[in-house]
């Protein structure tokens, strides 16, 4: 570990034994402690500058060269009452940080999840904080993503408003595309160029048997040989028929993301075969148990199956 990473590492502990932090009043050079974090800020990207280290680590990640560390500040916390009219993306301008920063240290999981605090922990240096325990479907995608490609976490317990909270801090490292497209909510595109949904995700009668069950996926009603698009970059898991779900397709995707499509005429890709964003990979059909021509789309995360509309567009003309 450098010099400067264990210098960060004991003023992190000593940060954590605060019962409060102090507190901004106002995001004015005016008000002292605002004037500090920007400080501590600018003096945080003079030291990397003068450095000139390569980008380095999963989100470019950045480390200071020899001669630059001793001037990197150490990690501190304020407090800040969320103002009103600011939203996460110009709150986060105002303090010259990464939203993800902001967002990652507040356990904000989305655009809107500001809204809900009213008092926040605002540090003075940018990076991704990982919970140890995560509390969201974000989190757990945070939490995968840094543990196979980020390294050198600094630990840190952070005195949240809601109660103490134990993170991985990851200095200068910013959110992966993966990351960023769950956290706006952008993970996925529409299978189809459009379709009428004609059963949701949940608990409903099996319309073949007519037994109750849970419906583990969407379905999409459309016309018969309609294209059908891959709804995230990834790669072809399985290709093949399946007694239930007919011709279907599985592709894997960053972050532990499977989706599915099935009752399929067609399938237009092979095994292992990567696919882009909106690729061709077959066509609708009612192959399998089926009552008519439609798409099943499921998206499942670690074995489980997961509700896709949260995960999709709003308001896409005619798609669901």
């Known amino acids: 570990m450098s010099r400067a990473l264990a210098c960060l590492l004991l003023l992190l502990s000593a940060a954590a034994a605060q019962a409060d932090y102090p507190q901004i009043q106002e995001l004015s050079v005016e008000d002292a ?4 974090q920007q400080q501590d800020l600018q003096s945080y990207f003079k030291a990397v500058n003068r450095g000139r280290p390569a980008l380095s680590g999963t989100g470019g990640a950045v480390r200071p060269a020899e001669g ?3 001037e990197i500040p150490p990690l501190r916390f304020f407090s800040l009452a969320r103002p009103e009219k600011m939203d996460l993306f ?3 301008a105002r303090l010259n940080l990464p939203y993800d920063t902001l967002a990652t240290l507040n356990g904000v999981s ?3 999840g500001l809204d809900r605090l009213e008092d926040l922990v605002v540090p003075n240096l940018p990076g991704l904080f990982v919970p140890e325990r995560p509390a969201s479907s974000f989190e757990e995608i945070l939490a995968t993503i840094s543990a196979s490609s980020r390294s050198g976490p600094l630990q840190v317990v952070v005195r949240l408003p809601a109660g103490p909270r ?3 801090f990851y200095p200068g490292h910013s959110f992966v595309a993966v990351e960023r497209a769950f956290f706006l909510n952008i993970l996925f595109r529409y299978p189809l160029p459009m379709a009428q949904l004609s059963s949701a995700y949940g608990p409903r009668l099996d319309p073949v048997t007519g037994s109750p069950g ?3 996926g969407l379905d999409l009603a459309a016309p018969a040989g309609m294209e059908v698009y891959a709804a995230r970059d990834g790669w072809v898991e399985e290709a093949g028929y399946d007694q239930n779900l007919g011709y279907v397709v599985v592709l894997g995707h960053e972050g532990g993301y499977r989706t599915v499509y099935g009752h399929l005429s067609e399938i237009l890709v092979e095994l292992k075969q990567p696919v882009r964003s909106g690729m061709i990979i077959g066509k609708v059909g009612s192959t ?8 099943h789309f499921e998206v499942r995360r670690k074995g489980s199956s997961r509700d896709p509309l949260p995960l999709l567009p709003k308001g896409n003309g005619d798609n669901p």
Not at 33 to 36: A, E, G, K, V, W
Not at 288 to 295: F, K, M, P
């Open 33 to 36: 402690l605002f004037r500090q």
């Open 68 to 70: 630059a560390e001793a």
């Open 90 to 92: 110009s709150l986060a």
């Open 110 to 112: 989305g655009p809107l």
């Open 166 to 168: 134990r993170f991985s």
């Open 214 to 216: 849970f419906h583990h």
């Open 288 to 295: 399998g148990q089926s009552t008519g021509a439609h798409l």
